[in-house]
């Protein structure tokens, strides 16, 4: 089995620098075996130097599941300018050929072992993971209330939990009860990093900024199509109500069409939605593999 195989590799096996012309060989063919992580970093950037060794202390404590290659943005700019990587270090996963997930800058321990639990599925859960993955679930299939049943179980476990917190607040923004999804996400501690609850608190500061009214937009793009200013906004609009797969689709046709109007805007405001969906959803799965899909057209 792949696994088996995989488990054999030895560090130097699994970590590698790349370049440019290497990059279809090391990351689009590899990924088709199994999960690469590609961190961008430069000799001058500092958190770069932080997250290096603990992005290596990670694939091997995974025992030869995921891959890992290091590319050097100023000797290697091509590759990083396709995927429109704007501040290092940034990090992509690329499984079957495909970016999956990712995130920017340097984050604690916990979050890359999640991160590449994604990739490669986690170690056998305990009871507080088992709720949490059954609350997680339902919430998925659509039954907010008993996601929200599950994480306060959750919560009961552990009071602390940001995953218990950052999915019972995602149950109210689901619901539309945005001021009790805030009081939530003030549960959680103060300076505690986790992926699920960042997304919670950008879906949040989606809807801050979202215009109150769809029909102004859809009313102008109906005239125009064209019209990418009113298609960014109503992408606002449906993000703060929380369509954020609608919002989505809304973007990626305008970086269809100009991937770098308005400086960028589009990608931008994707990123938020990417964010505020959470990076291990369905909506940027499918979002990051069609914007790879245009970027690489």
């Not at 130097?49 to 890992?68: F, M, S, T």
């Not at 396709?82 to 290092?88: C, D, M, W």
């Not at 604690?108 to 709720?131: E, H, N, W």
């Not at 039954?143 to 306060?152: C, E, L, N, R, W």
């Amino acid at each position: 089995m792949l696994g088996e195989a995989s488990a054999a590799a030895a560090p130097a096996d699994l970590i590698k620098d790349s370049t440019d012309a290497a990059f279809m060989a090391d990351v689009i063919e590899a990924s088709r075996v199994q999960p690469v992580i590609v961190d961008f970093w430069a000799t001058w950037c500092g958190p770069c130097k932080q997250l290096g060794p603990a992005l290596e202390k990670a694939v091997v404590a995974a025992k030869g599941v995921v891959k890992l290659v290091k590319i050097d943005v100023d000797k290697n700019p091509a590759i990083a300018a396709q995927l429109r990587v704007q501040s290092i270090p940034t990090v992509y996963a690329f499984v079957d050929g495909q970016p999956v997930d990712g995130f920017m800058g340097a984050v604690p321990d916990s979050q890359l072992k999640s991160f590449i639990d994604r990739l490669t599925g986690p170690a056998a859960p305990s009871d507080l993971d088992a709720v949490l993955a059954m609350a997680a679930e339902s919430l998925q299939l659509g039954d907010v209330g008993g996601a929200a049943q599950a994480f306060a179980q959750a919560l009961q476990l552990d009071p602390e939990n940001p995953k218990a917190i950052a999915g019972l607040a995602r149950c109210y923004l689901t619901g539309g009860d945005v001021e009790r999804a805030r009081e939530v996400v003030a549960m959680a501690p103060d300076g505690v990093k986790d992926a699920e609850l960042d997304g919670v608190r950008a879906a949040l500061a989606l809807a801050d900024e979202a215009p109150s009214d769809l029909a102004p937009f859809e009313q102008r793009l109906a005239k125009d199509a064209a019209d990418h200013d009113a298609r960014l906004e109503l992408a606002k609009a449906l993000a703060g109500r929380g369509q954020l797969d609608e919002a989505a689709d809304q973007l990626l046709r305008i970086i269809e069409v100009d991937r770098d109007w308005n400086d960028g805007a589009a990608r931008a405001q994707l990123l938020k939605v990417f964010e505020a969906a959470g990076p291990g959803s369905e909506t940027a799965k499918r979002g990051r593999r069609r914007l790879s899909s245009i970027l690489f057209s």
